[in-house]
């Protein structure tokens, strides 16, 4: 299925689904958002290096193994 054929398919689900005039209300209420997201993206997450990661990845390994213990005992 090509993307204008899944918006088309998708379009008319809501249509099916809501009616013509709730599924307009719909898509207004939804928005299509603002500012550019890749950009931002980067301003909200921490850079976190690869050993940071295998540490946490680790760590909530243990939390899973060992689910009555806590961060305070490490």
Do not use: C
Not at 35 to 46: C, F, K, M, S, V
């Amino acid at each position: 299925m090509t993307p204008i054929e899944l918006r088309q398919r998708g379009y008319q689900a809501l249509v099916d689904a809501l009616g013509v005039v709730d599924a307009i209300r719909f898509l207004q209420q939804a928005g299509w958002g603002i500012g550019n997201y890749t950009t931002e993206r980067h301003q909200w997450l921490t850079p976190v290096t690869r050993q940071e990661f295998w540490q946490d990845v680790q760590r909530i390994r243990d939390q899973k193994s060992h689910p009555l213990s806590s961060d305070s005992e490490t």
